[in-house]
């Protein structure tokens, strides 16, 4: 099994463009577009746990009250994990598929931050619990009677991708990609073989930490 949390520290020292170019050249898919942070907030990368909206209009009456969108995934996520959001209802019908009172709930849960596809809100407050926060459009408008949550945890695609809770995701300012956890350890080691023109460059020889430093002195030399 590989080691989630050692996969996850090496994805957060790239960037989504290091690592959609380590997808071109191996010929997956996993880079999504359009996504952008919602206040600077820096790059985040986790392990995926997953939600899924749609239209409030789509679910009859007789299943009764809608859960509380959202809630199910803080409850089960682990820490510093990603709650990536499906709220592509949102476009449809305007309503918000995340807000502030959930980020504050999660912050609290230890989850790492929060990828909407669609539309969300309550950007100020959740800038002011420190929640990295990535999505589509932002708006004023409440959930309620615009989209329910009708999945947690199961599957998603969105663009061609295909994203299961377990997955890794990496999110910065160029973008979101996803790692299917099966290719994860694949993507990395042809990232550091050189996918395109990066490769190596993102290497650093000399690394620097309290107990000393690691020094790489062969990183720049050829095979000439």
Not at 76 to 86: H, K
Not at 94 to 122: M, Q, T, Y
Not at 172 to 188: C, K, N, P, Y
Request: charged letters at 20%.
């Amino acid at each position: 099994m590989p080691d989630t949390r050692a996969l996850i520290s090496r994805l957060g020292e790239m960037d989504t463009c290091m690592v959609s170019d380590a997808f071109d050249a191996l010929g997956l898919p996993g880079a999504v577009s359009g996504i952008r942070p919602m206040w600077p907030c820096g790059r985040v990368a986790g392990r995926v746990a997953t939600v899924r909206l749609a239209p409030a209009s789509a679910i009859p009456a007789s299943q009764g009250p809608p859960v509380h969108l959202g809630a199910r995934a803080i409850a089960t996520a682990e820490q510093g994990d990603v709650i990536v959001v499906d709220n592509r209802a949102g476009l449809e019908t305007g309503g918000a598929g995340w807000g502030g009172l959930l980020s504050l709930a999660a912050k609290l849960k230890e989850v790492a931050g929060v990828v909407v596809f669609g539309v969300c809100r309550d950007v100020d407050d959740v800038a002011s619990v420190g929640m990295p926060y990535f999505s589509q459009v932002a708006t004023p408008r409440t959930a309620r009677r615009r989209v329910v949550e009708v999945a947690t945890n199961e599957p998603l695609d969105v663009d061609g991708v295909h994203i299961e809770m377990g997955d890794l995701v990496l999110a910065d300012s160029s973008g979101v990609v996803f790692v299917a956890i099966g290719q994860a350890e694949t993507v990395l080691a042809r990232f550091l073989r050189g996918a395109w023109t990066e490769g190596l460059a993102g290497i650093h020889p000399i690394v620097e930490f309290p107990e000393g430093r690691i020094l790489r002195p062969l990183l720049g030399a050829t095979r000439t």
